[in-house]
């Protein structure tokens, strides 16, 4: 069955079951644009860029048109455009699907409506159009939008279809901090590529397509594990890795910058691969921000640990180092990415954890200008987890794989399911517990996952590790950054992760999954309920 059929006969099967869980149709209904600040119609279409030398590479791309709004809000100089809003702004934004298959865009971090979110349900078939409008209603950050369909999350963000949503608000505004070139947006992603300079994922026949029912099952090699061999079933285990890094869609990535500081927002766009971030003189890094904006106050890491769809952001002096020299943004080496019980190598040309250079800054002949890093950004209250409901039996999702598909407690993606213990009532805070330690898992098979909530910020309220894993741990403990607002959050093998969930403002069917993404297209994924 070809991936638009199985599309239609999804959405055909389960329209009348949403009207019987009281969630918005799937066919998106024309707001009238009253009252709207920005208007951007986004076109998610195939395209030719030029990435290396020689020939062009075939992308999926969002090409922009600002209907509404002032020049900045809507930058279309890179491959991923940027969107800059500030906090208040009533957006309206028009998806237009020119690729050959369905498509839908997530607004990854954003609090909005679940029928503006992004869910599966509501992909759209070639040709269609989704209307999105919303107020933006976060905190300043360095959020981001990509592609969303139901198993073919990790080929169309792999092709290209993803950007940047950069929200400001007057309390960032109050601080000063650098702003225009010294603001510095890096996408940072991996990618494989075959001699004539053309990405290389999948079997396109398999497509990394998996429609179970709910259960793990299906088969020793599980739902459409057969169709694309053994590449694309390990891949659906393992995920996709690439031996290439891109920075902004450049490999070998370098800037010129002026001896002055910088904010540099680091997004890990990549569909499997993690980052070891640190500075290749061993000067230690300083975080000002998070998934879900600024943080409290600075704090300092020798290293970052950034997995696939976190998002830090950075307050670098250039001004420290000598003119003309050069400073290294490197991946230094780790262990734990990948554990599977012995079953499977790395895969690829470049292995999880391997040591390699990311980014490179040319520092400018200029006097250093002096600024000053604010002792204080923005108040965060400390988490109150004594007010959730469940707070002497937190929720518990087990990470779990089996007959070579992954899931949470045993079940896999169900478009419109969602159990009791995913059932969550409005204005109430929970909290949940991801656990990775193997349990319900075939042959012992874990390795790290990146775990992220759709429609909210939560706050990581602590970890726990077991001593099994305790010395791979050991290699990427001190970067956990778990300060401030996050919608993502690494479990590495052994792991368990408590963190405190609020559910204000909209009911309704959300996700929450791995955001390793071939992880998430082959089962990792269930919904959340938001009842009234």
């Known amino acids: 069955m070809n991936s638009l059929r199985r599309q239609v006969l999804i959405h055909s099967v389960t329209a009348a079951t ?28 195939p395209d030719h860029v030029a990435i290396r030398s020689g020939a062009q590479t075939r992308v999926w791309r969002y090409r922009g048109r600002l209907l509404r709004g002032a020049a900045g809000a809507l930058d279309t100089s890179m491959l991923a455009p940027v969107i800059r809003v500030r906090r208040g702004q009533r957006m309206r934004i028009d998806l237009v699907n020119g690729l050959p298959e369905p498509t839908i865009i997530h607004w990854h971090g954003l609090h909005v409506p679940d029928d503006m979110d992004g869910h599966p349900r509501f992909s759209i078939a070639p040709g269609a159009r989704y209307h ?12 981001w939008f990509h592609a969303h369909p139901h198993g073919r999350t990790g080929k169309q963000v792999y092709s290209g279809l993803a950007g940047l949503f950069l929200v400001s608000d007057e309390q960032e505004a109050a601080l000063g901090l650098p702003a225009g070139a010294q603001d510095i947006p890096l996408i940072i ?59 902004n869609n450049r490999p070998n990535a370098s800037l010129d910058v002026e001896r002055r500081a910088h904010r540099v927002r680091l997004l890990n766009a990549s569909n499997t691969r993690m980052y070891k971030l640190a500075w290749d003189d061993g000067s230690p890094l300083t975080v000002i921000g998070t998934d879900g904006g600024l943080l409290g106050a600075p704090v300092q890491r020798d290293y970052v640990m950034l997995a696939p769809a976190e998002r830090v952001d950075l307050w670098v002096d250039f001004g420290r180092w000598p003119a003309g020299t050069e400073r290294t943004l490197r991946s ?15 895969g690829g040309g470049l ?39 469940n707070f002497d039996n937190p929720k518990v999702f087990e990470l779990t794989m089996g007959m070579m598909i992954w899931g949470i407690n045993g079940a896999d993606f169900d478009m419109l399911g969602a159990s009791e213990i995913e059932t969550v009532k409005l204005g109430t805070q929970e909290i949940w517990e991801f656990r990775n330690d ?52 690494l479990v590495m ?22 955001h390793m993404l071939e992880h998430e297209d082959s089962g990792l994924m269930r919904n959340y309920l938001v009842k009234a």
């Open 132 to 143: 999105y409008e919303f107020t933006v209603v976060d905190r300043a950050g360095s959020y």
């Open 351 to 389: 292995a999880d954890g391997a040591p390699f250079v990311v980014h490179r800054f040319r520092i400018g002949e200029g006097a250093a200008r002096i600024a000053k890093l604010p002792e204080r950004l923005t108040p965060i209250p400390p988490p109150q987890p004594h007010l959730a409901v």
């Open 18 to 45: 949403a009207a019987g869980l009281g969630l918005p149709a799937w066919s998106a209904q024309a707001r009238d644009g009253a009252g709207v600040d920005i208007h951007i119609e986004l076109h998610a279409v």
């Open 189 to 247: 992603q991996d990618r494989e590529f075959d001699n004539d300079n053309q990405f290389v994922y999948l079997d396109e026949a398999q497509g990394a397509a998996r429609h179970g029912g709910g259960t793990m099952g299906g088969g020793m090699m599980g739902p459409g594990m057969m169709g694309g061999g053994m590449r694309s079933m390990m891949a659906g285990m393992k995920g996709v890795l690439g031996d290439q890094i891109l920075v």
């Open 332 to 346: 230094l080496a780790f262990e734990g990415g990948m554990n599977m019980g012995g079953m499977l190598g790395s």
């Open 438 to 489: 193997g349990r319900g898992s075939m042959m012992g098979m874990v390795m790290a996952h990146s775990m992220h909530v759709h429609g909210l910020q939560y706050r990581v309220l602590g970890r726990s590790m077991s001593n099994k894993f305790a010395a791979a741990y050991e290699t990427v403990k001190d970067g956990l950054i778990d300060d401030g607002w996050k919608d993502t959050v």
């Open 493 to 514: 093998p052994g792991e368990r992760v408590r963190i405190l969930l609020r559910f204000a403002d909209y009911t309704g069917l959300y996700l929450y999954h791995c």
